[in-house]
């Protein structure tokens, strides 16, 4: 099983910075089968980019994806209130599909 | 715009079989655009895939739990159905139905707003 593990745990920003959030794999993932969610209280996971760097439709462009192999991150350019939530890779290279453990932003 | 929308008891006692059912509403469960799958959150464990499904029969489990998983399709209802059998308090989560675009496609574009299933006796 590949896990992910993400970093930091939380991140506390003002609007207006710029976020970078880690998720680091325990094999590679090729392909780039990697995604990245946004989920906030009460709400089921919001799609916001697949194959690493592909954004879902309706993202804007202030979010990206990078990376590659066991090294992903999700930046948000210029943060707004309502990007509080916290954000989840998951990869869908190799069974099962996995999870990371989330990481809080805080705005 | 596809909707879905998951149902079904929030309350089951241990030892016996979850069951969810997924109704999908602007598009057809028989779409060959779309595979169908359930994913369940919990505080312990976090996200963690459950199954996906092709309406004409392909189905992916996640080895950790397929040994208890029944999938189901009802095409005549636009509706799949999840049963879990023998649950304990771990199988106590958030279920959610979304859905993917194939099995090398696995990321998940529209989901459920989900559903609390307690396993309490």
């Known amino acids: 099983e590949i896990v992910l593990t993400q970093s930091p745990g939380t991140l506390s920003l003002s609007p207006g910075q710029r976020a970078t959030l880690s998720c680091r794999a325990s094999q590679s993932v090729s392909s780039n089968y990697l995604a990245w969610y946004q989920q906030k209280p009460g709400q089921a996971p919001r799609l916001l980019i697949y194959g690493a760097s592909s954004r879902a439709t309706g993202i804007p462009d202030r979010f990206s994806g990078s990376g590659s192999g066991t090294d992903f991150s999700l930046t948000i350019s210029r943060l707004e209130p309502e990007d509080s939530a916290v954000y989840y890779c998951?990869?869908?290279?190799?069974?099962?599909?996995?999870f990371g453990q989330g990481t809080k932003v805080e705005i | 715009q596809l909707q879905l929308q998951e149902s079904g008891p929030g309350l089951v006692k241990p030892s016996e079989t979850l069951s969810l059912t997924c109704s999908v509403s602007g598009g057809s469960i028989s779409s060959s655009s779309y595979y169908w799958g359930w994913i369940r959150q919990s505080p312990g464990k976090g996200l963690e895939w459950i199954a996906i499904f092709y309406y004409s029969g392909s189905t992916y489990y996640n080895p950790s739990l397929k040994s208890r998983v029944t999938i189901s399709v009802d095409t005549s209802k636009n509706q799949f159905s999840l049963k879990l059998s023998s649950v304990t308090a771990a199988d106590t989560a958030v279920y959610f139905c979304?859905?993917?675009?194939?099995?090398?496609?696995?990321?998940?574009?529209?989901w459920g707003q989900g559903t609390l299933v307690t396993v309490s006796s």
């Open positions: 979304a859905t993917t675009r194939g099995y090398s496609h696995g990321y998940f574009d529209y």
């Open positions: 998951q990869q869908y290279h190799g069974s099962p599909w996995t």
